[in-house]
């Protein structure tokens, strides 16, 4: 450990390694700071405790709870693709697997471990990508808000966000058009002209729409076709207050 | 605190990254969503930063800090670069408004490290105007400058209220004292 503080060090660096902890140092301080912490450990070292201070200041938090799974699946993945790209020959003679003492004999209900690896090891893997899979799939389209639109037509009409940020326009009972006529979504945003958000000919159906704003108005006109701008009063809406 | 068992790492385990998550991923994440404010953004940045600790670990070397240094180092960073090119996007309002971590398959969790603890305390602890310009530059990512501009105040008075922010924050988290006195 070089011996420190070096002889130039002054209060001066101590308060520019808080400010290079926070990535804030410009021009000429930054220059200078850097020059002098490549030869002074304490400053150096100061920096690396403020951060860890200033990082240790947000709250911990858990992550979703396939989270885990996610992250060894990849791990795993990339373990066993660096072992595709590489196989190596194995020396050992396949009896070493056994689970077996010399002179035993496996009972009818136990496969030995060298004759499962293979096709077990294969289902457990898909069984495994599976669960993550549908675990992540599942969290991720989880409905974290809806609302319902209002109107003087039967049935219902609800915006759902996804935890994802997919967000769609789901239309359930509603009386189809009469022919010639379909159903078309509006984005209002607040102080804003209407945005085309989709069309549909039934009225069962969901529409994938773009991320609604607060205060934007999602609305169902009935037109001729669809248009660039409603011809009709929404006979369903609603204001989406986030 | 254990270190990232990097003696083996040129054939990287499972288990050397299962011990890094257990023991760091918890503040990862709240570092990275306190930042972000996205849990979905949040978890990329913070499964990118296991995985890239865990490929790289080798290369890692503890005399230069603790691991747990390290990887908040890096999510820090990572979560910065995500900010910043989501501010050169066009914003997205409702992931501010509807998109926020459901509280039950989220929840916060009390600190269960003293260093932890003690540096939210010390944080809170700050004058409001120093706490919010050293909130700007760190959770932020912003420059002396942009905070300025953002509290419409002298860049000077910017400095000074970091400065002094993180002198007291280390007088309050004893920091000097305990780990600086042997430089």
Redesign the interface.
Known sequence: ?PP??VDDHTEEFE?LA??Q????L?GDDLRRFEQHAAHC??CR??V??????????????????D??A???Q???Q??AATAQATPAESTIPPQQFSTLRPGEVAPPNVVPFRRRAPWASAIAAVLVLGIVTAGGYA??NQV??SYALQGSVGGSAVVN?R???S?ELDMSGVQDPPAGYLYEAWLIPPNSQPIAAGTTSHGDAKLPID????GTTVAITQERGRVDAPTSAPIMAVV?Q? | MTTFDAGNATAPRLADLEALYDEHHRQAIGLAYRILADMGEAEEVVQEVFLNAWRTGHQYDPSRGSTRAWVLSMVRNRSIDVLRARRRRPTQPLAEGVDPPDTEDVPARAASNVDAAAARVALNALPPDQKRVIELAYFGGLSHTEIATQLETPIGTVKGRIRLGLDRLRVLMGVPQDALSAL
């Open positions: 450990m420190t503080p308060q808080g400010l902890a926070l990535d804030v410009e450990e304490r070292v100061m690396q405790l403020d951060r860890e201070a200033l990082a240790l200041a947000a709250p911990e938090m858990e992550p979703s709870p989270f885990k996610r992250l060894m990849r791990a795993a990339e373990l969290y991720e974290v808000a966000v935890r994802n940020g967000t991320r609604v704003g607060n989406v986030s």
